[in-house]
Structure formats: C-alpha cells, structure tokens
C-alpha cells in the first residue's frame, strides 16, 4: 500500500512562481544491502519523478539509490493556467503511482492560496511488497 | 553499516553511583529537544513528515468494514478528530476484562477481535502501526494523562522496578542513562530523557514507523539483556511507567527521531 | 568396497572447494571512491570547465543518521527561454555509487530550486554539477559529518 502526500497550493496568481511538495512511501532498498546468510538484497527503488502541467512535463527528477526512503521532493513551478498538476512516480518491478491536483489560476487581485492535500489515486506494483 | 555495540559505554566512563532521584519536573526534556535544527524542521512540517504517510493510510483503515461483523472503527467511533481527541494520551489504560493495563497497541487489537471479530494485527505490521499513528495524531498536542489509581499502581510499581533494575551482561539500568547521565553522549549521539512522547514514530535508523515497544526492544538488546517479546506484559507495564514519569508533557506523535 | 579417499585426494577436493567458494564470493569495495566520483561527474560534463559559483548547496555540518540527510540546492538564474538552469546533478564521493539525483529544469520551472532526503553512508564530501541552456557547468561542495544512533537495533 503505498501513500502519497502532495502539497500544492489552491489557488495562484497567475506568473506566481509556487512550491511544490511531493512525499511518498517507498522503502528504496538500495541494492547494498545483504542479508545475514550474505545473500544481496535486490534494488527495488522509485527511478523517476515526473510533474506535469495540463499535460506539459515541468520537472523531472532521476532518482538512485542514495535518495532516503520514503522520497521527499521539493520543487517549483510557475503558475501559467488553471487546471491538473499530475505528479507521477515510476520504478524497478513495475512501481507505479500517480496523483493529481487542480489549481485555479487567476489573475493578480485574488484571494491568498491555501495549501491542498491529495486523494490517493491509481497504484500498480508487481510482486509482493 | 558501522553497528554501535552499547559495550562501547564500558569505555564511555559513565559512573555508576547510587541512583540520583528522578528528573525533576521542570527539567524534562523531549527528545525533540536533543535533535538538530534538521530533523526537527522534518517533524514540525506536516507536508514533509514520513509519519503523516502512516497517519493517513491510518485514516484509510478507519473509514474500512471488515471482519465477521462487516464493521468499520468509524462505525462505532464516528470521527476520529473528535472522538480519539485524549486516548492515546491517556493509554496504557485498565482494561477491566483483562485485569491489567493495555497499551493503545493492545486496544487496537482486542476492537478488532472482540467487535469487528477480525484477527488482531500484528506488532509492527503496517496496518497496526498505520492505525496507532492515526489514532495518537488525534491527541498531539495534549498532555500525557495516564491513569494511577489503586488498580494500575502495581503495574506502574513493576514497570519503575524494571527501569532502575540492573541487568544483563553490562549490569545496567535505564535510569543509569536516562536519568542520571541524559546529559551525556553515547557513541556521538546524545543520551535523551527517554520520555515517549511521539510515538508512534517516525525513526530515521529504522526508515519506518515503529513503535514504543520496538524501541524498547532496540535499547534492551543494546543493554546485552535478555529481551522481551512484543507485547510482552513486561513491556506494557514499563510503557506504563515511562508515561507517567513524561505525564504533563505533549505528545507529538508522528514524532520524528534519529 | 570403495576404495578410502587418501590424505592427497582429500586436500585436493577441499582445495578445490575453497576455490570454487572464493570465485563465488564478490568483494566489493565497501564505498566509490572519489576517482569513481570524478568519473561520474566527467560523464556529465565531458571536458567542458566546471566553474564555482552561482550554485548553492546547503547540507547540515553533522546529521544524526545518515538514513535521511536533508538536501537543499539552487541555482541563480533569470530562468527564462534564452537563459535558464538545464539539470542539477548531485554526487557523493563515499557512497557505493557516486550518483545521487538528477534534475531536470526548463523555463516553466521558475526557480532552479529544490529540496531532497539523501542517504550518506559515512562522513564525506557531495558534490551539486548544475547544467546551464548555454551549455556551461558550475559546482559547489559541502562536507556533511555522519553520526550513527547509538543502541541499534539486531536484525
């Protein structure tokens, strides 16, 4: 089961540069790791992060295996147009997990923003977790 | 990964005098407050707390039916937010049918079994631990408030006697450290008060929630003393003792710590 | 009746055996090492010069567990079409592997700024390569120490 927390703002002006939070539940066993009989742990870490804006990719990062468990990523992006931020992560064995958030784009006289937390949407995972 | 053996206190010169009294009140500190300025930014932020994921898988499995009687927490419990306000705060608690405190773990269990009539969760499954963090997040900010009447005091009597008992192979005892050497560094890292004040918790060696009694477990093996299993009543009435020498203090739960 | 294996066939099998175990047994190297790192970095930049400069990396001095190192870097820049930060790469010289993230930018990102949870296996040195539109490198390094909490866990 994993979770997702994403933190984007409501509403924004519309130029305003906004900040982006975005943490999800991942172990990312890093591949290092060996058991007590010495057997190697496999990889099995998220690989990608991808933002999209109403479809337009606006930040990607490529993770390895030094990124904590539980990856927390912060970035930003201007607010150009109201509609969906889709916030996707993507890794080994077939991870999957996406969400979204609306934003209401206005012009400069609007009222202040407040922070909006997501719903858990789509997840596929292969294998055991 | 370098593993700390608590042997290297031998060589720490930790003194072992006759027992100092307890911390006084106004002394009492969080661990929150032994922590750097970093790991304290990540508790304090919501948005970029690991615990708030187990928080709100939690609320997911509130809202769940399940079990023989087809029946979700929510169904008896209404909301959380307002009905679980104080509870974990106040727990471990008497449980009359049982003779003896349980801790909110414990609780958690004996709904399921009795009410839901599901199995009981296991210790440190997600499940169990997503559901505490839930429930423990609905009480942070209140003060610890666990119950010492004539029913309870012998149990808190055996947990106060576990904690200033020397044992195992380093002949020590928790309040060695906790409370006579908090001040002090093992191995680099600050000896706190040990006062559970977030927990379920968010620990950064484990990457993972874990709760009270793991950490227990954690600081039992490190001691070189024969361990207790989860949910051993060993466990629970020291869970008793170690929330009543924190009572007043907040709780913070999904707390964050090293 | 078969005939009892002699002191010579005997050594010659557990040789053999030892053999066959060590082929089996990979030594690693418990850490990259900083050539591994300059490689990794050499791999983004090719012989292009890497400046110092316009990139900020904020580490903590010491961290209580190198689990979860709190990460900040950014980069000075109008962040428009003609002049914008491409990528900020980061790398360790200590880890097994000396590559951290990758972040890619454009225009829309407004700000070259962004924030991570690192892993750190010892105390070291990481390294931010960040990539600019007009094709040129800058770097900034911090030094992290690394703590362990003391009492840990057996597996």
Redesign the interface.
């Known amino acids: 089961?994993a979770?997702?927390?994403i933190?984007v703002p409501s509403r924004a002006k519309r130029g305003e540069v906004i900040e982006i939070?975005a943490?999800?539940?991942h172990?990312?066993e890093t591949g290092y790791r060996r058991t007590q009989l010495g057997v190697r742990i496999p990889r099995d870490i998220i690989r990608v992060f991808v933002c999209t804006y109403n479809g337009t990719e606006v930040f990607r990062a490529e993770l390895h295996s030094a990124i904590?468990?539980?990856p927390?990523i912060?970035f930003s992006t201007v607010a150009t147009e109201s509609g969906t931020l889709a916030l996707s992560w993507t890794g080994d064995n077939g991870f999957s997990v996406t969400e979204s958030a609306t934003i209401i784009v206005g012009d400069p006289d609007m009222a202040p923003h407040t922070?909006q937390?997501s719903e858990?949407s789509r997840e596929t995972r292969d294998g055991p977790r | 990964?370098?593993?700390?053996v608590?042997a290297?206190v031998g060589t720490a010169g930790i003194v072992a005098t006759a027992f100092a009294a307890e911390i006084p009140r106004a002394e009492r500190r969080s661990g929150y407050d032994f922590?750097?300025?970093?790991?304290r930014?990540?508790q304090d932020d919501d948005?970029?707390n690991?615990g708030?994921?187990?928080v709100?898988?939690g609320e997911?499995l509130w809202n769940r039916k399940l079990g023989a009687a087809g029946r979700a927490c929510a169904d008896c419990h209404g909301d959380a937010r307002a009905n679980m306000k104080g509870v974990a705060a106040r727990h471990p608690s008497f449980d009359a049918v049982r003779a003896r405190p349980l801790g909110l773990e414990e609780r958690i269990n004996v709904c399921r079994t009795d009410r839901q009539q599901a199995p009981p969760l296991a210790y440190e499954s997600?499940e169990l631990l997503a559901l505490t963090a839930y429930v423990a997040r609905q009480s942070r900010g209140l003060p610890i408030d666990v119950t010492i009447d004539e029913r309870t005091q012998p149990f808190l009597d055996a947990g106060r006697a576990t904690f200033f008992r020397r044992q195992g192979q380093l002949n020590f005892a928790c309040a060695q450290c906790h409370d006579d050497n908090w001040k002090e560094k093992?191995?680099?890292?600050p000896?706190t008060q040990a006062h559970p004040t977030g927990y379920p918790l968010y620990?950064?060696?484990?990457?993972?929630v874990g709760s009270l009694q793991?950490r227990l477990?954690?600081?039992i093996?490190?001691?070189r003393v024969d361990n207790y299993p989860l949910g051993a009543p060993e466990l629970v009435d020291l869970e008793l003792y170690l929330m009543w020498r924190a009572r007043d203090m907040k709780l913070e739960t999904p707390a964050v710590r090293? | 009746m078969e005939r009892l294996p002699s002191r010579r066939d005997f050594l010659r099998v557990v040789g053999g055996v030892t053999a066959g175990l060590a082929a089996t047994i990979v030594i690693e190297p418990a850490a990259a090492t900083p050539a591994a790192m300059q490689d990794a970095i050499r791999k983004i930049v090719g012989s292009a010069r890497v400046g110092t400069g316009r990139v900020k990396l904020e580490l903590?001095p010491?961290?209580?567990?190198?689990?979860?190192v709190?990460l900040a870097v950014s980069v000075e820049s109008p962040m428009t079409e003609a002049d914008h930060v491409r990528a900020i790469h980061v790398f360790t010289e200590k880890n097994p592997q000396p590559e951290v993230v990758s972040f890619r930018f454009g225009p829309r990102a407004g700000r070259a700024q962004v924030a991570t949870r690192i892993r750190l296996?010892d105390t070291q040195t990481v390294v931010a390569i960040s990539e600019l539109s007009d094709g040129s490198f800058w770097a900034a390094n911090a030094n992290v120490v690394v703590?362990?909490?003391?009492?840990?866990?057996?597996a």
């Not at chain 2, 922590?35 to 790991?39: D, K, L, N, P, V």
């Not at chain 2, 620990?203 to 993972?208: A, G, I, K, S, V």
Request: charged share 20%; proline share 9%.
């Open positions: 089961m979770s997702a927390l933190n939070k943490l999800i539940s172990p990312m904590a468990a539980n927390f912060v922070p937390r858990p | 990964m370098k593993r700390w608590c290297a922590m750097g300025r970093e790991t930014a990540m948005t970029a690991p708030m994921l187990w709100l898988e997911a997600r093992l191995a680099g890292a000896i620990r950064l060696e484990w990457q993972n793991r477990r954690n600081c093996t490190g001691m090293p | 903590p010491l961290v209580e567990n190198g689990n979860t709190p296996a703590t362990l909490a003391a009492c840990l866990e057996d």
